[in-house]
C-alpha cells in the first residue's frame, strides 16, 4: 500500500522521521512549514527522493495553504503542534494554535476527500492531574482538566486532542481517525534544531543542571514514534483509535546514571547527586520557568502501550538505546562540546 499523504509540521523532529519512513515505503509525501524558506534546509536533511517530497507553506491559526497541501492526500498525519520549553504566561497561547491547527487540518482533509486522519497527541494529554496515586496509564485516561494545576502544554495537548474527537464525531463522516499520544521523545537527530526533550540531555552533558530533581518520564525512540504513527496511517481497519506510545518511565537522576555508565568521559559534567525537593522550590521562587518541575516534584507518569504492540504489530527500542542515540548525536554534531 502506498499513495500520496500530507504530514503537517515536516521541519519537526517527529515528521522529519516519519517523512523518511513514507518516502522509503513508496510514498509521495505532502509536508507543510510555516515558511517555505526553510524548504531547501529540510530537504537537506531529510535526505529522501525529492521527487516524492512536496512543500506547502501553511500556519496553524491561517487558512492559506492548506487546501493546496491536502490536494490530492488520502492520508494525513497532522504532528504540527506549539510545545515550547518554557511555560507560556498564558494557556490560551498554547491551547489556541494546538486546537485550531488540528480542527483547521480536519476540515480541509475532509474537504480534499481524505480516508485517515492520524493526530499526533501525547501522554500530556493522558496523564496529568490525576494527583500522586496512579503510576500507570492507558487509552481510556483523560488528562483532568478540572485540576488547575496542570499546566498549559498538557492542557493544550488534551484540548487539541478532544476538540479533533468531537469535530470527526459529527462532522467526519467516514474519514477515520486514530491518535497517537507519546511520551518524552528521544533518539538520533536530523538536524542541529532541538526538540524540549532533547534539550533535557543537552543541558545533563553541558553540566547545566546541578543535581537531578525528582521528576521523570517515559521514554520512547523518535524512530519508534514515526514508526507507530505509519501503522496507524496504514493498517486497515482502524477507526477511533487511541494509541499510548511509551517506554519505561525514568527519573532524572536514571537518565543521568545511564548517560554516565556509558559514555565515559564525555559524561564528565553530568550531576550524580539528587537534588532535594525544598532547594527546587527555593530556585522556583526566582525562575519562574520552573514552576512546571516544581508540580512534578515525586509524580510517576507511566504509559502502557501493549495495546499499539497487540493490535498493530508495533515495538520499541529500549529506553537506554533511546537517550544515548540524543547523547551522542549532541556530541557528533558538535551542539555539545565536551
Known amino acids: 500500500m502506498a499513495g500520496t499523504a500530507l504530514v503537517s509540521g515536516g521541519s519537526g523532529y517527529i515528521a522529519g522521521f516519519l517523512i523518511r519512513q513514507l518516502i ?8 507543510t512549514v510555516r515558511s517555505l524558506k526553510r524548504e531547501a534546509e529540510v530537504r537537506g536533511w531529510l535526505n529522501v527522493d525529492n521527487d516524492r517530497l512536496r512543500f506547502y507553506a501553511a500556519d496553524l491559526e491561517q487558512d492559506a495553504g ?9 492520508h494525513v498525519a497532522h504532528v504540527a503542534s506549539p510545545f515550547p520549553l518554557d511555560v507560556p504566561k498564558h494557556a490560551d497561547e498554547l491551547v489556541v494554535p494546538a486546537r485550531e491547527g488540528a ?38 485516561d483523560w488528562t483532568d482538566l478540572d485540576n488547575p494545576a496542570v499546566m498549559p502544554y498538557p492542557r493544550s495537548k488534551t484540548i487539541a486532542e478532544r476538540a479533533a474527537r468531537d469535530w470527526v464525531a459529527a462532522e467526519g463522516g467516514g474519514m477515520e481517525f486514530a491518535s497517537v ?4 521523545v528521544f533518539g538520533p537527530l536530523l538536524s542541529d534544531d532541538l526538540s524540549t526533550s532533547i534539550e533535557l540531555v543537552k543541558q545533563l552533558l553541558e553540566g547545566k543542571v546541578p ?4 521528576i521523570g518520564f517515559g521514554i520512547i525512540d523518535v524512530r519508534d514514534v514515526a514508526d507507530l504513527h505509519y501503522r496507524a496511517l496504514t493498517a486497515p481497519d482502524i477507526r477511533d483509535e487511541r494509541y499510548v506510545c511509551s517506554g519505561p ?24 547527586r539528587r537534588m532535594p525537593d525544598w532547594l527546587l522550590k527555593l530556585f522556583a521562587l526566582v525562575r519562574p520557568e520552573l514552576k512546571q518541575l516544581v508540580a512534578e516534584l515525586g509524580n510517576v507518569r507511566g504509559g502502557d502501550s501493549r495495546h499499539a504492540m497487540t ?28
Not at 499520544?181 to 518524552?184: K, Q, V, Y
Not at 543535581?211 to 525528582?214: G, I, N, Y
Not at 532524572?252 to 559524561?267: C, K, W
Request: glycine share 10%; with cysteine.
Open 181 to 184: 499520544n507519546p511520551a518524552a
Open 24 to 31: 522509503e515505503n513508496g510514498w509521495t509525501v505532502h509536508t
Open 311 to 338: 493490535t498493530l504489530g508495533w515495538t520499541m527500542r529500549t529506553p537506554e538505546e533511546a537517550i544515548l542515540a540524543t547523547a551522542n548525536s549532541l556530541i557528533e554534531r558538535g551542539i555539545v562540546r565536551v
Open 66 to 74: 492548506w487546501a493546496e497541501a491536502m490536494a490530492g492526500c488520502s
Open 211 to 214: 543535581m537531578c530533581p525528582d
Open 103 to 140: 480542527l483547521r487540518a480536519l476540515r480541509f482533509a475532509k474537504g480534499a476527500g481524505v480516508g485517515r486522519f492520524v493526530l499526533t497527541s501525547s501522554m500530556a494529554a493522558i496523564a496529568y492531574g490525576h494527583g500522586k496515586g496512579r503510576e500507570i496509564y492507558d487509552e481510556a
Open 249 to 272: 518511565f525514568l527519573k532524572m537522576i536514571d537518565v543521568a546514571n545511564l548517560l554516565t555508565a556509558n559514555l565515559g568521559e564525555r559524561a564528565k559534567k553530568v550531576p550524580t
